[in-house]
Antibody, heavy 114, light 108 residues
């Protein structure tokens, strides 16, 4: 059974870059699309973007200018970078597999604060 | 605002049937997926595609679609079904995912 686990700093300063990694176990990352989704406290879900195992990416238009998603097949990981963060980027960040989002990580709370 | 529209809250009596709806232009060309989220947990896929349940999802969950509206139906609702439910689909370009704002289901 495939499992996903997010990791990264829980606190990021305003204007800096948020960086998270998702480690995939129980299956190869060299298949499927791999997505990042976020959920601000008490609010709904927002898709950030995805990366295909070929390396191609798709980003949500409103975040596209600040987002980079990449993968490292040697480590079976993919990562998220979100630049120039503000308090509005405070959220639980989830990684998930494929367009159906059938497998999710447990989520990682990232707070943007000085 | 969300690209897909859901009622913020719905309630249902224990054992009864409830329908949760999701509206949006993208649903005319893409199926909706449905997720259940309980407090403090990651979302769980309960319906995807035309009407497919992942392994382990009870058959009381079903999905349907007509025009720009997708529906999640829970038949014989159980207390453990109380949760937030989100729909999503590909957008009209097919290159992005969009979510509904979520529906809080209360089981009375």
């Amino acid at each position: 059974q495939v499992q996903l686990q997010e990791s990264g700093p829980g606190l990021v300063k305003p204007s800096e870059t948020l960086s998270l990694t998702c480690t995939v176990s129980g299956g190869s990352i060299s298949h499927y699309y791999w997505s990042w989704i976020r959920q601000p406290p008490g609010k709904g879900l927002e898709w950030i973007g995805c990366v295909h195992y070929s390396g191609s990416t798709n980003y949500y238009p409103s975040l596209k200018s600040r987002v980079t998603i990449s993968l490292d097949t040697s480590k079976n990981q993919f990562s998220l970078k979100l630049s120039s963060v503000t308090a509005d980027d405070t959220a639980v960040y989830y990684c998930a597999r494929d367009w159906e989002l059938g497998h999710w990580g447990q989520g990682s709370l990232v707070t943007v604060s000085s | 605002s969300s690209d897909l529209t859901q009622d913020p809250a719905v309630s249902v009596a224990l054992g009864q049937t409830v329908r949760i709806t999701c509206q949006g232009d993208s649903l005319r060309s893409s199926y909706a997926n449905w997720y259940q989220q309980k407090p403090g947990q990651a979302p769980l896929l309960v319906i995807y595609g035309k009407n497919t349940r992942p392994s382990g999802i009870p058959d009381r969950f079903s999905g349907s679609s007509s025009g720009n509206t997708a529906s999640l139906t829970i038949t014989g609702t159980q207390a453990e079904d109380e949760a937030d439910y989100y729909c999503n689909s590909r957008d009209i370009t097919g290159n992005h995912l969009v979510f509904g704002g979520g529906t809080k289901l209360t089981v009375l």
